[in-house]
DNA sequence: CTGAAAGCGCTAACAT
DNA sequence: ATGTTAGCGCTTTCAG
């Protein structure tokens, strides 16, 4: 349990020497940095982050709020936003909202306030106004993934542009007769992003002048047994068979594939199948997708945070950052059979 | 920014009473503490968990260190982690390791060792007596899942029983030819897990006469991937072709029905599957499985921890608690075709 | 470039 | 039951 004092001692220099010496801040000749150096590394002592955020008021450590921890999105996210943390000599505690409006609540009246954490990460989380007041007045920077936050700066991938990608790379194969599998109001707790690919695959298509047929879409969960009922539903109706479809996660997409091939048909030869994500198993599936990057998108929220902590660093202005994304593709999708 | 003095203020009390009433430590009026209160919530007030550790000691605040973050079981574990946490009115800091060796050792000389927290919980993870006794030197407990760890209290499933379990559950099915997938020596981080499934899984082959067939085993990867190719390789030998398969994940025996499917053998008529950890695709996929409940897992590491941390609470005596594990039968598991 | 000393905001004896 | 007060371990003016 060695202290400050005991490296000062021990360097023989005051204790105020050994926090400059260490932090970096304020000048120290390079011997006494390096006697002090020593003497930390012989007595093994580390800073107590408590008593130095209670002196500075910067704790060194970041708040990441999410909705569930247990798909794929979320992990990946972390993890990207994890090691950028910890290279900068943050640490993340996390505060995962799955038990609905209580613990939501709790977090954000309790748990954030403590002064335990200098900034938030909140992902696909819609903060209400309050909320975000609260944390700025604390002097607490938010950013927000899959924005946009009134007020908060973002980290968003274009929904609607997603959409128009997935339906022109199918209609520039040759597909007129599209479905598309999304999700449902139930759903929308994610900023609208089903509703806004939904729009942008609509657009596309009235674009190339097909028009969107209300029969062709299926709403289910963004899980793979939600692709794959809804895969079925679509592929045994009775009405026009498509020859595409765009299913708005790779997850729904995966489960459509399944759907395919237990009813025999073909992918990508009597159906091409597009998602979104490149999720870890599109590869296995051949699934041709539009990626996003998750664990960049955790990573470049770490880097804004920065930003906006160390005013040093120059500011970026906009407010919703879009971020990139990009069509993979494999060999779910191809030209749709000669008739 | 209230602080306590402007709460004891407020109410007409000192600071030592505040924190009383708040605490809950040591006697104070229903009287005044109901002003106290009153006066706090007025304010906004919330303790500043620094100030608080740096006064006492404790930081409310636990550190859980997992290999990676993105395979389903860690997702779980601190789920259940968190929720219970919160419950106690503990955060969780998160420290990945995904980075590799430099990685590692940062958070262990570093970050777990800035006073930030009170204990630590290791998923899966093999710590070397240095690390173990350097936290427990800091006076902070340590529990593990997936242990055992020496002289640390853990939490584990008996691998040796479950592989067990599985196969005795085939065999009781009537089979006599069974395949199984596991780990090869790459994958023997996890403490020998596959090894010890792969014994539980010959000790009952021994146990009902039938000689194990090394010619029966598959390595692969604990993906869906990895127990693709490995179901292909074994149902495509020209060997006797096995009537059931053991894998030893879930994401494995997955894997392993999508080989047969693509084979055109049929699940569970031909070929019986069983995996193990009733993962989230487990029932889509109508999988007999040997379910551990990771989330549970994750809340009795809680537990334990809260017993060491608080020594009002009873302690439990043994190092190593075994884990509730559960054969849940499926589709994916019949009696073998008559011949 | 280095040292002395005053806090940071709270808790826990010790009194009363 | 409540108040007084001395720290918890570090950082940061302010001097020198």
Redesign the interface.
Known sequence: ?AGITDVAALAGVSTATVSRALSGNGHVSEATKERVRAAAASVGY??????S??ATGR?K?IGVVIPY??R?FY??V??GA??AL?SHGY??????L??GGE?RR??F???L????VDAVIAITLELTADEVGRLLA?GKPIVGIGGPLPGVRTLSIDDVGVGRLATEHLIGLGHTVIAHIGGDKASETDFHMPTSRRAGHYAALTDAGITPDPKLFEAADFT??GG?HAGLRILRSLGRRPTAIFAASDEMAIGTILAA?ELGIRVPEDLSVIGVDDH??AN?FGLTTVAQYPARQGELAVEMLMDELHPARRHRNELDTPVHVELLVRSSTARPAAR
Chains 1, 2 share one sequence.
């Not at 580390?46 to 008593?51: L, R």
């Open positions: 349990m580390v800073v107590s982050s408590n008593a955020s209670l704790t450590n921890l247990n794929w992990g990946a972390i993890s994890e090691s910890m640490d993340l505690t996390l505060y995962n799955q038990g613990e709790s977090v009246e309790h748990f306030l403590r002064k335990r604390l793979i047994e794959y091939r870890e198993l296995f």
